[in-house]
């Protein structure tokens, strides 16, 4: 996986006009799971610390940590699915 930085993006570029704000709090939320997934990670493991596979899921997440938010969501999702069946 390719690494960026902040300082590459090319901020002159964005029109901000175009920006759905509702996207923006989306985007936001994301970006604090981001940043606290190692936190994140420990919480979702006693959450769900009856779920050896899904810590185990979540250790390796927090430990990759770049990753795609909507998998993560997608995960969470799952588990929580499998435990109201």
Request: with cysteine.
């Amino acid at each position: 996986m390719t690494h960026w930085t902040l300082d590459q993006i090319p901020w002159s570029k964005f029109d901000r006009s175009k920006v759905d704000p509702e996207i923006v709090k989306l985007v936001k939320a994301a970006a604090l799971v981001e940043f606290n997934g190692g936190a994140y990670a420990i919480y979702l493991g006693r959450v769900f610390g009856d779920d050896a596979q899904f810590r185990a899921a979540a250790e390796t997440w927090a430990k990759a940590g770049i990753q795609v938010v909507q998998d993560r969501c997608l995960l969470v999702e799952h588990r929580l699915a499998s435990r109201r069946r």
